[in-house]
C-alpha cells in the first residue's frame, strides 16, 4: 500500500442533522446524561471510556460527538423510557466503537509518515458547522465549551477521522473501479443529503405548550406534556388542528390555527430542524420536548435547497462511496484483525 504523502480528500457525506421550532424558542441542547450535574466532591474533568494500545479515549470526546443524537432524541421522547434508552445505547456503544478503530488506523498512519493539509481540515469543520448546527458557530462553539473540547481539539478529532476516510481509501485502492451506472444510482441515492441545507423551507401547523403556562398558574411540566399527549390523541382521532391550536397553543401563531409558511431551515433549532424536514407532509409529529415545552407539528410543505452537481468534488466523494462498498467486507476483515492485535480497554460509562 502507498500512501501519498498529503492525502487530499473531496465532500464526506454525513447524514446527521440536529434539536425547536422557533429561534427564539431554540434553548441549547440537554446535555447527555454522561455529563452530571457538579457533585459536592472532586470533580472528575474528562474521564477515560477506553484505552487503545495505550491511547486514550476520553468520556468528552464520546460526550461531544453524542450531543446532537442526544438533544434529538430528547426531544423525539419527552418520558424518556425503553426506546429512548435502547436508541442512545446502540448510538453510544457505535461512537465508542467509532473512536476505537480510529485510534487502530491513526497507528498505522503514523508509521507511513503521511500527513493531512489544514486547508482541508477548516474546510470539513465549516461543513460539519453548517451540517449538524445549521450554520450557527455561536452554538457549535458552546457545544463544544459544554463538552470541555478546545477547538484545538475538536480539529484533532476531525483530522482523525478523514486520517480512518484516507486510510480505508488507500488500504482497497485496488478495487474495481466504479461503473457510471453505479455512480448514478449512489448520487440519486444521497444527493438530498448533499444539498444546501440553509435554503431548506417548510411550511408547517404547529401547537405550543409552556411548561410554564402564566394563563394557567396551576399548570405543571407534567401536566403540560399529559395534555400535549391528549392532544395527540384528539388529532389522530380527527379534530381540527386550528381549532385545538386557537384554543390551546401559547405562542405568536396561536389566533392563525398555528400556521407558520415559508420558514427558512436555519430559523429552527437543528434538532427539530431535523425531526421535521425527514418528517413526511401531513404527519403527525410530537409531542416533542425543548426546555420551554412540548410541541405538536405538521408539516405541510418541505422545500429543499438544491443538490450540487455530479461533478467535480462531488463526483470523487460518489466514487469513493461505491468503492467503500465494494470493499466492506474486505474493510471488516481487515479492521478485525487489527483489533485482534491491538491492546484495547473499555471503561464503563
Given at each position: 500500500?502507498?500512501?501519498?504523502?498529503?492525502?487530499?480528500?473531496?465532500?464526506?457525506?454525513?447524514?446527521?442533522?440536529?434539536?425547536?421550532?422557533?429561534?427564539?424558542?431554540?434553548?441549547?441542547?440537554?446535555?447527555?446524561?454522561?455529563?452530571?450535574?457538579?457533585?459536592?466532591?472532586?470533580?472528575?474533568?474528562?474521564?477515560?471510556?477506553?484505552?487503545?494500545?495505550?491511547?486514550?479515549?476520553?468520556?468528552?470526546?464520546?460526550?461531544?460527538?453524542?450531543a446532537?443524537?442526544?438533544?434529538?432524541?430528547?426531544?423525539?421522547?419527552?418520558?424518556?423510557?425503553?426506546?429512548?434508552?435502547?436508541?442512545?445505547?446502540?448510538?453510544?456503544?457505535?461512537?465508542i466503537?467509532?473512536?476505537?478503530?480510529?485510534?487502530?488506523?491513526?497507528?498505522?498512519?503514523?508509521?507511513?509518515?503521511?500527513?493531512?493539509?489544514?486547508?482541508?481540515?477548516?474546510?470539513?469543520v465549516?461543513?460539519?458547522?453548517?451540517?449538524?448546527?445549521?450554520?450557527?458557530?455561536?452554538?457549535?462553539?458552546?457545544?463544544?465549551?459544554?463538552?470541555?473540547?478546545?477547538?484545538?481539539?475538536?480539529?484533532?478529532?476531525?483530522?482523525?477521522?478523514?486520517?480512518?476516510?484516507?486510510?480505508?481509501?488507500?488500504?482497497?485502492?485496488?478495487?474495481?473501479?466504479?461503473?457510471?451506472?453505479?455512480?448514478?444510482a449512489?448520487?440519486?441515492?444521497?444527493?438530498?443529503?448533499?444539498?444546501?441545507t440553509?435554503?431548506?423551507?417548510?411550511?408547517?401547523?404547529?401547537?405550543?405548550?409552556?411548561?410554564?403556562?402564566?394563563?394557567?398558574?396551576?399548570?405543571?411540566?407534567?401536566?403540560?406534556?399529559?395534555?400535549?399527549?391528549?392532544?395527540?390523541?384528539?388529532?389522530?382521532?380527527?379534530?381540527?388542528?386550528?381549532?385545538?391550536?386557537?384554543t390551546?397553543?401559547?405562542?405568536?401563531?396561536?389566533?392563525?390555527?398555528?400556521?407558520?409558511?415559508?420558514?427558512?431551515?436555519?430559523?429552527?433549532?437543528?434538532?427539530?430542524?431535523?425531526?421535521?424536514?425527514?418528517?413526511?407532509?401531513?404527519?403527525?409529529?410530537?409531542?416533542?420536548?425543548?426546555?420551554?415545552?412540548?410541541?405538536?407539528?405538521?408539516?405541510?410543505?418541505?422545500?429543499?435547497?438544491?443538490?450540487?452537481?455530479?461533478?467535480g468534488?462531488?463526483?470523487?466523494?460518489?466514487?469513493?462511496?461505491?468503492?467503500?462498498?465494494?470493499?466492506?467486507?474486505?474493510?471488516?476483515?481487515?479492521?478485525?484483525?487489527?483489533?485482534?492485535?491491538?491492546?484495547?480497554?473499555?471503561?464503563?460509562?
Amino acid at each position: 500500500m502507498n500512501l501519498p504523502t498529503t492525502v487530499t480528500l473531496g465532500l464526506v457525506a454525513i447524514g446527521a442533522h440536529v434539536g425547536t421550532l422557533q429561534a427564539q424558542q431554540a434553548p441549547a441542547p440537554v446535555p447527555p446524561p454522561t455529563r452530571p450535574p457538579p457533585p459536592s466532591g472532586p470533580v472528575e474533568v474528562n474521564g477515560i471510556a477506553a484505552k487503545v494500545n495505550g491511547h486514550v479515549v476520553t468520556k468528552n470526546q464520546i460526550s461531544f460527538m453524542l450531543a446532537p443524537i442526544y438533544s434529538q432524541l430528547a426531544a423525539q421522547f419527552p418520558r424518556r423510557g425503553a426506546e429512548f434508552e435502547r436508541q442512545f445505547k446502540v448510538a453510544r456503544d457505535g461512537i465508542i466503537q467509532e473512536l476505537i478503530d480510529r485510534q487502530i488506523i491513526i497507528d498505522e498512519f503514523k508509521v507511513l509518515g503521511a500527513n493531512i493539509k489544514d486547508a482541508i481540515i477548516d474546510e470539513e469543520v465549516k461543513r460539519q458547522v453548517r451540517e449538524l448546527f445549521n450554520g450557527d458557530e455561536a452554538k457549535f462553539l458552546q457545544e463544544l465549551k459544554r463538552s470541555r473540547l478546545t477547538m484545538d481539539g475538536y480539529r484533532k478529532m476531525t483530522r482523525e477521522k478523514m486520517i480512518v476516510q484516507a486510510m480505508r481509501a488507500n488500504q482497497f485502492s485496488d478495487a474495481a473501479p466504479p461503473l457510471p451506472n453505479e455512480i448514478q444510482a449512489e448520487y440519486d441515492a444521497i444527493k438530498a443529503t448533499l444539498r444546501d441545507t440553509a435554503k431548506d423551507r417548510i411550511s408547517f401547523k404547529k401547537i405550543f405548550l409552556p411548561k410554564l403556562d402564566q394563563d394557567n398558574p396551576a399548570a405543571t411540566p407534567d401536566s403540560q406534556l399529559s395534555l400535549a399527549e391528549d392532544l395527540t390523541k384528539q388529532l389522530n382521532q380527527g379534530k381540527d388542528f386550528a381549532a385545538l391550536a386557537k384554543t390551546h397553543s401559547r405562542d405568536a401563531f396561536a389566533a392563525q390555527g398555528g400556521i407558520q409558511e415559508n420558514v427558512p431551515r436555519p430559523d429552527l433549532s437543528p434538532e427539530f430542524a431535523a425531526i421535521i424536514f425527514d418528517a413526511k407532509a401531513d404527519q403527525l409529529l410530537g409531542p416533542l420536548e425543548d426546555a420551554n415545552g412540548f410541541t405538536l407539528v405538521v408539516p405541510t410543505r418541505i422545500d429543499f435547497g438544491p443538490a450540487p452537481a455530479l461533478d467535480g468534488k462531488v463526483r470523487d466523494m460518489i466514487e469513493e462511496r461505491v468503492r467503500r462498498k465494494k470493499t466492506s467486507a474486505q474493510y471488516d476483515r481487515w479492521i478485525q484483525s487489527r483489533r485482534k492485535r491491538a491492546m484495547i480497554e473499555i471503561k464503563s460509562m
